[in-house]
């Protein structure tokens, strides 16, 4: 309650005033010296910026220029002084080298058989004491030899194909077991014709011991070997902490090799000058802030002094009197003389205003004089407030000791829940799989349903801590409809539903990597037939399955759903999704490529990828076309890359990329129409990670290859097998860490680089990095890796409701003897030269099986063994294998 103020306090506040007064005057110094700072600061700080952009025009315009050109000529000379001494090197071999490939005694060994070869490479050892291998090859001939030393591999190959080609290949220095080998290829020509090579490598020991040192207080050099933009040092002398900035380098006649000079700082004439230079502007600079601040502290004591001496004399002039007090600036003497002159021209108005009154003849109170100044009075001055409220601080005090203080017991509290809402709609139990929801449109999913699960999703979302959850969709007939009908369920429980439009499923992913919530769901059918569709789901960054799935179904029959108004909004993601592919992938050069998305949702943004990647792409069927009218959109069975591997044997491109409906799976097609299975994709990746990553995890699933876990155990990783299936893999790559896992059905997870989710688009631009920097063709990549007689995924025709009944049979009574039996998922036997597995789909009303041997006899056998099992458990399968 307000009230005014009491007469007696009023008059106490009254006479307060003055001393207040005091108190503010001396309360507002701060700001003043405030505001004198944020006056001066600009002049203060341009000053010393002034300072050092002068000081750095002088080091840039001036200094360095000279001093740049003069070290440049000193470091370059360094440079070239050892690059010349490993050409000279490198000259004295291929001189001898040479003169042996023109004698007779290497013609008649190249024209002769293996044995003669032999006996002669046997002779040139003893002329070449410090060679380590010599080999003879008849023209088109070499092979890589892992026996050799240093190993003869396709670095050696391809210096063999020069000579052949070009009668001439530049010596290269390649390391082995931590020595240095020089190999020099020299052309065998019988006149202008060529009879093949002789490819002699020289036994360095110690590259050091051929080359001067290097003082370590004069800085630092190394010789650098460069093939496909890929630098790899060999030689080095001097102290490597002096390796700082870009150094001065040298090429010579040998164009893969360099030399690059650091110098010592005590050494480098720039970075001396620039000190000098930088501690002459430091100093500047110094001076001009104490300076400035001289100035700052002579102004603010001058104008306090002004300051006082303005109140002084306004004081006085309220009090008719003078003020003895002089200003010493300009400005404070010429606010006093207005002062005086606002002063006189009110004196005088009342004076006038007296005089009428008198010769009105009222006397000197006829007239109502101006209202006098009130030296007490100021424009802070506010309406004074008793601000009783109701009682005094005795209430307040006697108040608080009413309170009860015995402990709080929650048991008693009533907390609010949030309001539920309940749905009158049926939904198919069958439809919630292993790792998503699906079913048939218009018989076990419609937009009803789709309401119903957009309910659930968004209550699940809640209770998790989301506030909302992104929607996208592939190209299906259905699917705009089933979005449209989800977001509508997760907006009625108070959730937002931010719609991401029609988008690949790894777009999804990645807008609940970088968006305000980490909720999605995908509409999307996959690689299933046209009159399916489904969703993929992600709540707080778990994609959904098993048992998660299986918790929304019991929410949707138990009516457990929120209550509420959420917001819709739509966002484009495409574009950052793209930025940040291209941001993360470089190709070393141009790639050729044929893109097959089977007209499903990710054909136009794979094609805006690969240009952007700077491919030369030659689409196929990249519209969307939800009837998916060329073929099936499953890049896992062969039948449906037929036209691709047509198209990219007519096109003569490098390489064929198939994506399945929604973008998350991947498939690979080579220049001559080989179908590269997941597995053998997913040993390249290894390969290239582990060399960065020793000791990291992969992951593979049931249905890959057993030399997956060879090659990982090889290299030094660690392989994982895992259950198949999106959400499974996704899950697993989280809790383990690995830098990539991989499905036989072409899902592929990064870690490394990227969001652990399957994304087939990033997959293809991490396959084509690594093959950009390849001076092979992709096929002769891939045949670096081995290959097993193999099928591929075989199907099995079976219902949903009996294909895992075969399977618990299969497993318990299943003969299997010799063989180690894994459980993983679904039954995988382990043979000691072959391998078979069966297991249930999650996806579709089919068994899986894939058998791989190491001869086909083999194969036919596993293959053989589980159908004779199969057909023991359930008779009526209608088994092609």
């Not at 101006?370 to 004074?384: A, H, M, Q, T």
């Not at 009533?414 to 009158?424: H, I, L, N, T, V």
């Not at 792409?617 to 073929?631: A, I, K, Q, R, S």
């Amino acid at each position: 309650m307000v009230k005014k103020a009491k007469p007696e306090k009023a008059a106490a506040e009254k006479k307060s005033k003055p001393a207040q007064e005091t108190q503010d005057s001396h309360a507002s110094t701060p700001s003043i010296k405030s505001g004198l700072i944020k006056i001066m600061l600009p002049a203060m700080v341009g000053s010393a910026l002034v300072t050092a952009v002068c000081g750095a025009l002088l080091l840039f315009l001036v200094i360095l220029p000279g001093a740049d050109k003069q070290m440049a000529i000193l470091g370059q000379a360094q440079a070239e002084d050892y690059l010349n001494d490993l050409t000279q090197l490198g000259r004295s071999y291929q001189a001898s080298v040479q003169q042996a490939a023109n004698s007779s005694l290497v013609k008649e060994a190249v024209r002769g058989d293996n044995a003669l070869r032999r006996q002669r490479q046997q002779q040139l050892m003893e002329l070449f004491p410090a060679a380590s291998s010599i080999r003879i090859y008849p023209r088109g001939k070499a092979r890589k030899d892992a026996d050799s030393v240093p190993p003869i591999s396709f670095a050696q190959l391809d210096m063999v194909a020069k000579a052949e080609k070009k009668n001439t290949a530049a010596p290269e220095i390649h390391q082995h077991d931590k020595a240095s080998y020089l190999t020099i290829v020299k052309a065998i020509k019988d006149g202008e014709k060529h009879l093949g090579s002789l490819l002699v490598s020289f036994d360095l020991k110690d590259l050091r011991a051929h080359m001067p040192n290097l003082s370590a207080e004069l800085g630092y050099v190394e010789i650098i070997q460069t093939f496909a933009n890929t630098p790899k040092v060999i030689y080095s002398s001097g102290n490597q902490q002096h390796k700082i900035g870009s150094g001065y380098e040298a090429t010579g006649n040998i164009p893969h090799w360099s030399a690059r000079f650091y110098p010592a700082a005590s050494s480098n004439i720039i970075a001396s000058s620039s000190t000098m230079v930088w501690v002459l502007v430091g100093i500047s600079v110094i001076m001009v802030l104490v300076l400035s601040a001289t100035s700052y502290f002579l102004l603010n004591r001058s104008l306090q002094h002004n300051a006082m001496a303005m109140a002084a004399y306004f004081q006085a002039r309220l009090q008719n009197g003078k003020s003895d007090k002089a200003f010493t600036l300009g400005i404070f003497s010429s606010l006093a003389q207005t002062l005086g002159r606002l002063f006189g021209d009110y004196e005088t108005k009342q004076a006038r205003l007296l005089e009428k009154a008198r010769a009105a003849g009222g006397g000197p109170q006829a007239a109502e004089p101006l209202p006098d100044y009130d030296p007490s009075y100021r424009n802070d001055d506010v309406l004074d407030m008793d601000m009783d409220l109701d009682g005094d601080d005795g209430d307040l005090l006697s108040a608080a000791a009413e309170i009860d203080d015995s402990p709080l017991q929650l048991e008693d509290v009533q907390m609010a829940e949030p309001e539920m809402a309940s749905m009158d709609v049926t939904v198919s139990p069958g439809i919630f799989r292993a790792y998503d929801i699906r079913g048939i449109v218009g018989e076990t999913i419609d937009k009803d349903v789709a309401n119903a699960l957009g309910a659930a999703i968004g209550s699940e979302a809640r209770e998790s801590g989301q506030e909302a959850v992104l929607v996208g969709r592939d190209g299906r007939h259905s699917s705009q409809e089933l979005a449209e009908a989800l977001a509508d369920g997760i907006q009625s429980t108070g959730c937002d539903a931010i719609d991401v439009g029609m988008v690949p499923t790894p777009v999804l992913y990645y807008a609940t990597k970088t968006q305000r919530t980490q909720s999605g769901v995908m509409v999307t059918g996959s690689h299933n037939p046209p009159e399916y569709n489904g969703f993929k789901i992600v709540i707080n960054d778990e994609t959904l399955a098993q048992d998660r799935i299986q918790g929304l179904r019991k929410r949707l029959d138990s009516g457990k759903l929120m209550k509420g108004q959420g917001r819709y909004e739509a966002i484009d993601i495409v574009p950052d999704y793209l930025e940040r592919i291209c941001s993360d992938v470089v190709l070393a050069k141009p790639m050729r490529i044929v893109v097959d998305t089977g007209n499903g949702v990710a054909g136009p943004v794979t094609c805006q990828l690969l240009e952007a990647l700077g491919c030369m792409v030659t689409p196929l069927f990249t519209e969307v076309d939800g009837d998916f009218p060329n073929h099936h959109p499953d890049p896992s069975d062969p039948a449906n890359l037929e036209d691709l591997i047509r198209t990219v044997q007519a096109e003569g491109a490098e390489l064929g990329l198939a994506l399945d409906g929604d973008g998350d799976r991947l498939g690979i097609v080579t220049q001559s129409g080989k179908i590269i299975w997941p597995d053998r994709v997913l040993m390249l990746y290894a390969r290239d990670l582990l060399a960065r990553n020793p000791g990291a995890d992969i992951l593979y699933d049931v249905k890959c290859s057993r030399d997956v876990a060879e090659l990982v155990s090889n290299l030094g990783g660690r392989a994982i097998m895992c259950a198949t299936g999106h959400s499974l893999m996704k899950a697993k790559m989280k809790d383990t860490g690995a830098v990539v896992g991989g499905e036989l059905s072409g899902h592929i997870f990064f870690n490394d680089r990227w969001y652990g989710f399957d994304d087939a688009l990033y997959s293809a631009a991490r396959l084509l990095e690594i093959l950009s920097m390849e001076p092979f063709e992709a096929e002769q990549v891939f045949e670096e890796f081995p290959e097993k007689v193999s099928t591929p995924e075989l199907h099995i025709k079976v219902s949903d409701a009996n294909k895992f009944k075969i399977m618990e049979k299969l497993e318990s009574q299943g003969n299997f003897e010799g063989g180690n039996l894994v459980k993983v998922d679904g039954v995988r036997v382990d043979f000691p030269n072959s391998w078979g597995l069966v297991r249930a789909s999650n996806t579709t009303p089919v068994l899986v099986a894939r058998f791989e041997g190491d001869t086909e006899e083999a194969l036919e056998t596993v293959k053989t063994v589980f159908r004779d099992q199969l057909l023991a458990v359930e008779p009526s399968l209608n088994i092609s294998f």
